[in-house]
């Protein structure tokens, strides 16, 4: 044990037998589910920066998106042109997490991707 380990044991130790951890809330209860546990050790700093700082990845805004739109299709008429539109970005959405599950880069390219996304947003009458 490193005298920086020693020295913090010691100082927990007094503060214990000085009473400073009675009382804590949440004392007696598990400890918060780890949320960066699959996270590779020297990436956890920066996770947890990012996840402080309100960046969510792209692929939960995605599945928030999709709940999103099912939600609205539940409540649209179906034949409706709304709710057209809205299927076909449920469609490419879930496309694009299926790719990225996939490993693939399929619509990393933004020019791609665009491309896509405008075709399959587009209005369904036929462009002459």
Known sequence: MSLLDRLADAHIEAAAE??????LEGAGKPLPRDDARDVPPELRAGYRLL???????PEIEAWREIRDIEDLLRSARSDDDPAQRLRRRLRWLETRLRETRR?????????YA???RDRLTQDSDPKP
């Open 103 to 111: 490993g693939r880069a399929l619509l990393a390219d933004p020019h």
């Open 51 to 57: 996840k402080n700082a309100g960046y969510v990845p």
């Open 18 to 23: 000085r009473g400073e951890f009675d009382n």
């Open 114 to 116: 665009n491309a896509v």
